[in-house]
C-alpha cells in the first residue's frame, strides 16, 4: 500500500512538473517561432519545441518521467542490499555444534533469531533474508537436507514470480508510449485530410503543419521508449542477478555447512 501511494505520488508529480514546463517554455516558445516563420513566409522550423509542443508529446513525457520513478525504485531496493552478499549472515552455524539432533536445531534456531534481530530493519525484506529465514524455518522442523534445498528454489522461484509482476506497471508504459505517440499520428494525418481542399487551391501550409504533429508525435514517443526500454532491460539484467547471487550465496554459505 505504501509502495502504491509512492507511486501515484510520483504521477502527480510527473504531471505537474511536465505541465508547467510545457505552459511556461515549450508552447510559447514553440507558438513565437511557428509565428516568425509565417510571417517570413517560411514552414514551420524543425526546433525541439517545436517538435515537442502538441498533447501527445507531453503525455509521453509524463510517462516517461513516472517509468523514471519505477525503474529506479526497484534499482534502489536491488542495490541498498547487495553488500549482504558479502557477508557471511549464518557465521558460527556450527562452530559449537555437535553431531546430536538437539544441539543441531538449537544452532538453526539461533540463527534465525540472530537474523530477526540484528539485520537492519530496512533489508528484513530483502529477497536474500527471507530465503534464508524461510529455508531455515523449514530446516527447524524437519532436520532433512533435501527440505532445506526445496525450500530455497521454491523462494528463488516465488522471487521471480515477485519480481515479473511488479514489472507490469513498467512493460505497460513502454507499450503504451507509443501507442499514444500512433494516436498524435492519426489525429495529424486526420486534420491534414481535412484541409485538402486549401492544399488543392495553394495553400499548403495547414496540411503540412497538421502532417508536422502525425510525425513529431511518433518520433518523440519511440525515443522516449527506446530510452526506457534501455532502463529496463538493465534492471532485469540486476533483477536476474540477484537470483543467481542469492542461490549462490545458499550453496555457499547455507547447503555446503549443513551438509
Not at 65 to 76: F, K
Not at 147 to 167: G, T
Not at 233 to 239: E, G, I, P, S, W
Request: charged share 20%; net charge negative.
Amino acid at each position: 500500500m505504501k509502495d502504491m501511494l509512492k507511486s501515484f505520488a510520483a504521477l502527480l508529480i510527473s504531471i505537474v512538473v511536465v505541465h508547467l514546463f510545457y505552459i511556461g517554455y515549450v508552447r510559447p516558445e514553440a507558438a513565437q517561432l511557428i509565428e516568425f516563420a509565417v510571417s517570413q513566409g517560411q514552414t514551420a522550423p524543425r526546433d525541439i519545441a517545436v517538435i515537442i509542443k502538441d498533447y501527445e508529446q507531453e503525455i509521453c513525457f509524463i510517462l516517461m518521467l513516472w517509468g523514471c520513478y519505477l525503474i529506479l525504485s526497484a534499482y534502489r531496493n536491488i542495490l541498498k542490499t547487495k553488500y549482504l552478499f558479502s557477508v557471511d549472515l549464518i557465521k558460527d552455524a556450527h562452530s559449537q555444534a555437535e553431531d546430536t539432533d538437539a544441539k543441531h536445531t538449537l544452532d538453526v534456531n539461533a540463527i534465525i533469531h540472530r537474523l530477526d534481530t540484528e539485520i537492519p530493519a530496512d533489508c528484513m525484506q530483502s529477497p536474500l533474508v527471507r530465503t534464508l529465514r524461510s529455508s531455515l524455518w523449514r530446516y527447524s522442523s524437519t532436520n532433512n537436507v533435501q527440505n532445506l534445498s526445496d525450500a530455497i528454489e521454491s523462494n528463488l522461484e516465488a522471487l521471480a514470480v515477485k519480481q515479473d509482476s511488479e514489472n507490469t506497471m513498467i512493460r505497460y508504459l513502454i507499450w503504451a508510449i507509443p501507442s499514444i505517440g500512433f494516436i498524435g499520428t492519426v489525429r495529424g494525418i486526420g486534420q491534414a485530410l481535412s484541409q485538402a481542399d486549401k492544399a488543392l487551391a495553394g495553400d499548403i501550409s495547414g496540411m503540412t503543419d497538421s502532417l508536422g504533429i502525425a510525425f513529431n508525435s511518433t518520433l518523440v514517443a519511440l525515443l522516449i521508449s527506446i530510452f526506457l526500454m534501455f532502463l529496463f532491460h538493465q534492471l532485469q539484467r540486476l533483477q536476474d542477478s540477484q537470483i543467481v547471487d542469492t542461490q549462490d550465496y545458499c550453496d555457499k554459505f547455507l547447503l555446503r555447512r549443513i551438509r
